[in-house]
């Protein structure tokens, strides 16, 4: 097992500029981790709005069906998202760059700079969230079944393209690669009522096309969510079942090593529902390390234990984590947000788990 720390820090930090995410994550979180995100900071603070803004919107082949319907021009949940289609005639697309790998390499650069003034540890990684192709290509909403299969050959084509500009640009003992999978999900779930068949194939295609092009010495995890857009969890799961069977999956088909699965957790209120944790016992993780989405901002250390106590009857050994990032989270601001959850997770001893039984 190449990962064994205590938590994972999923992405979203709240904060305004890389620098300000870094110090702060490294501050708060630097002994409870092995690899620090640079925040998804400006543009990329609303997830895949940045793929449709950035990558979508801007492409020839591409038009525009309708505008969000939210007052203030950001759109509040998934419906208020822009719709876009294939431009009529057009049968292939082609995405030349992909804007959110020149952001990674340009927050390398802080993190290295970081890392020499001693503010960031030696052997923590950097680590870059990438969104999987159905979250980053949603916005095909108009139809579907007939403009998905087009967006989502084209941005395969990019990630794979783009996968190698990021390796040769930072060090693979330096890197870790999260996938970002949360319309995934729930498109499995069959609750997107714009998808159409193939729900599962759009998820574990890539699963074995992309993530065997990752050098085998950058570290590799899947975050497995339900999204938090515009609260958490978009939709509720009866219980962890979907997410297994996912995350069985990615370990089994990846072709290469994958070293860490975060699984979104529960409501509260499902704190100790057994049901809900007990898919856990037929996880295969492998020699990933397992982190359960389970630190929530309402009820603190004691509802973290709570849910550690239930999950620890069905998995024996697993770390922590918010069940998303930081992305639309209370708090008065983003460094009181992220010193209670280093506060929360600290206090509650995760560690501690009991034995599976």
């Known amino acids: 097992m190449r990962v064994s720390s205590e938590l994972l820090l999923v992405g979203s930090l709240p904060s305004d500029s890389t620098e300000a995410a870094l110090r702060s ?54 419906y208020e998202t822009p719709v876009f289609a294939v431009r ?8 030349d760059s992909w804007p959110r790998i020149d952001d990674a390499i340009a927050s390398y650069a802080v993190f290295t700079a970081l890392r020499a003034e001693g503010v960031i ?27 998905y299969p087009v967006a989502g050959r084209a941005f395969e084509d990019l990630a794979a393209r ?31 009522a714009w998808t159409c068949e193939g729900a599962w194939e759009r998820f574990a295609g890539p699963v074995t096309r992309l993530t065997r092009l990752i050098p085998s010495d950058v570290l590799v995890g899947y975050h497995l969510c339900y999204g938090t857009f515009p609260e958490w969890p978009m939709y509720e799961a009866r219980d ?32 100790e529902d057994r049901s809900f944790f007990r898919p856990l016992v037929d996880l295969e993780p492998g020699g990933a390390r397992v982190y359960l989405g389970i630190v929530l901002p309402i009820d603190g250390a004691a509802g973290l234990r709570r849910r550690v106590d239930t999950a620890s009857r069905y998995i024996s050994d697993f770390g922590v984590a918010r069940y ?13 947000t992220m010193r209670e959850h280093a506060r929360v997770v600290r206090e509650a001893g995760v560690r501690q788990a009991r034995p599976a039984r």
């Open 240 to 271: 962890m079942g979907l997410l297994v069977r996912m995350a069985n999956f990615a370990v089994a088909e990846s072709g290469r090593p994958v070293d860490w699965l975060h699984l979104a957790g529960p409501r509260y209120l499902r704190s």
């Open 25 to 78: 994550a490294a501050g708060f979180f630097g002994d409870l981790v092995f690899a620090l995100p640079d925040g998804e900071t400006g543009l990329r603070a609303g997830w895949v709005s940045y793929e449709r803004e950035r990558l979508v919107r801007p492409n020839a082949g591409v038009v525009t069906v309708q505008e969000t319907g939210s007052p203030t021009g950001l759109p509040r949940h998934a």
């Open 88 to 95: 009529p005639g057009v049968t292939e697309l082609r995405f």
């Open 162 to 192: 783009e996968i190698a500009r990021l390796t040769a640009a930072i060090p693979a003992s330096d890197l870790a690669i999260q996938w970002d999978l949360a319309y995934e999900i729930q498109d499995v779930e069959r609750v997107l």
């Open 121 to 147: 540890a030696q052997g923590l990684r950097f680590q870059v969230g990438l969104p999987f192709p159905s979250s980053a290509m949603n916005g095909f909403k108009a139809d579907f079944a007939r403009d």
């Open 324 to 336: 998303c990032g930081f992305g639309r989270q209370p708090g008065a601001d983003g460094t009181q």
